[in-house]
Every structure is written in C-alpha cells, then in structure tokens.
C-alpha cells in the first residue's frame, strides 16, 4: 500500500506518522453495492499486487545474485473485514495476529483513502508494527472471488452493515444465501465468519441465512466466549462504540465453515 498524491483526501498533505482526521474523510453512512463504480479490480487473485499492501511481506525483488535461494510459499491474506469502514477492527486484529496478513474491503472512496493513510501513519510512528493490514476499494458483493482463491480465508468480519430495511432492497444486504456461497468458496473449513448490528431484524436476517446454509454451523456459546475476537466486534469500530455510547443493543451471529460430505 503506497501513498498517492491523492490519498490526503480534501484534507492536503499529511505529515509522516501523523494519524489523518476524520473530518477530511467523511462521506455518506453507506453506499449503494448494486450501482457501479469505477475502480481497478484484478481478473484473478494471481494478479491482485501484494506488494503495493504488504511491502515488509513482498519486498521488490532486487536481483543481483547468480543463486537464486529457495524461497517459502509466499504469504496469503487470511482475514478480510468487509465493509470496513474507518479501520478500526484490522488496527485491533493487528497486534492479535502480527503474522496474519489481513485485509479490508471498503466500497466509499474516501474512507478508503482515510484508512490507507491511517495505516501508513500507524506503521511510520509503530516501526515493524502494522505491516499485516491493509486496505482496498472494491465492492465485496461483486468481486470477492478476484481476490482471493478457494478456501483461503480463516476469518471474515461483517460489521454493522447496511440493514437496508426497505424489502425491494433487501437484495443489497452483504449476507444473503447467495452471497454465503461464495463466502463459503473462498474460507477453508473451519474458518469463522462474525456478523454482529445494532438493528435487531437485520441480526435475525443474517443469522437466519446463516442457519438455513449448509456450509455453516453455529459457533458454540462456550467457543465464542473464549474467542479473543468476539470482544473487538463491540468496541473496535467507530460504529460499535457509537452504539455503545448511546447505550443501544447488538446482535451477532458466529458461524463455522464446515464441509459437506462430497468435499
């Protein structure tokens, strides 16, 4: 992840190690999934740089030796926080797992931009710190499959999406039976997918999706209270500390990826 010209968004130029404010980054509560938007998506997880994210993990190849040392398999992203909003879930999962590499999926242009710069600014005043997050614009219920390969994730993160209550929009909500097909596609079994809202009927929608799927189980009571993630889902972002400042209710649903027999 390499800064632009443009990633100061409206705020001018950012100083090094200096966290961006969010003032300079607002945009709108959530945009529409089913519009189209224009910004460069790779064909293939094969042609998704790396290196633009994670430099300390794919270093520029220099060249100059006439050995060429054997080389490990190159890491994979393991978590992606879809609809990521401002960051604050991979800032959290960062210190948890600093050799995961982890992702965010962020359709609003310049909230993405604020992220970018969030991390840059974490990584100059952290050194050797928060080199395993990133972030990317891209619409998630689109191209997820562009970006990662069959069953390569372990986690994936839904966090107070859009509830788009009006029926005729409920195709726009992230989790649907459809949408979980490919989620399922592309986490390896046992890898843990989180929802958690605010909107009790949005709560019930996904964890009923998730139910009626034959690809995912409930994840058992005693298993998430021992998940060192559960308790980000609640006070990480900038979303679910609102809801907590208001003294409001969430509502999560935490489903396994499982196999069918035939896999």
Known sequence: MTRTNSA???????????????RFYRARAHSNPLSDSHFPV??????????????????????????????????????????????????????????????????????????KERILALRTSNPGQYDNISVVRTNSMKYIPNYFRKAQLTKMFFLFPD??????????????????DEYAYVMEVGGIIYTITDVEELGEWM?????????????????????????????????????????GQTFHAIFRRISLPEE
């Not at 100061?8 to 969010?22: D, E, F, T, W, Y």
């Not at 040392?69 to 990521?84: K, N, Q, T």
């Not at 879930?89 to 359709?107: A, C, H, K, N, Q």
Request: glycine share 10%; hydrophobic share 30%.
């Open 8 to 22: 100061s968004g409206g705020g001018g130029q950012q100083a090094a190690g200096k966290l961006p404010r969010k």
């Open 163 to 180: 509830p788009h209550f009006k029926e005729k929009n409920h195709r726009r909500r992230v989790i649907s039976m459809q949408l979980l």
């Open 207 to 247: 964890r009923s999706c998730l139910e009626k799927h034959p690809l995912f189980e409930a994840v058992s009571d005693e298993e998430i209270k021992a998940d060192p993630v559960v308790k980000l889902l609640s006070t990480a972002t900038e979303e679910s500390q609102k809801v907590a400042r208001n003294g």
């Open 42 to 115: 790779p064909v293939s997880p094969d042609e998704f740089d790396l290196s633009q994210h994670y430099p300390r993990y794919f270093p520029a190849d220099k060249g100059g030796g006439d050995e060429e040392e054997p080389r490990s398999p190159p890491p994979r992203i393991r978590f992606a926080d879809v609809g990521c909003g401002f960051g604050g879930l991979l800032v959290g999962l960062s210190p948890l797992f600093p050799d995961t590499l982890m992702i965010g999926m962020e359709l609003r242009d310049k909230v993405t931009e604020y992220v």
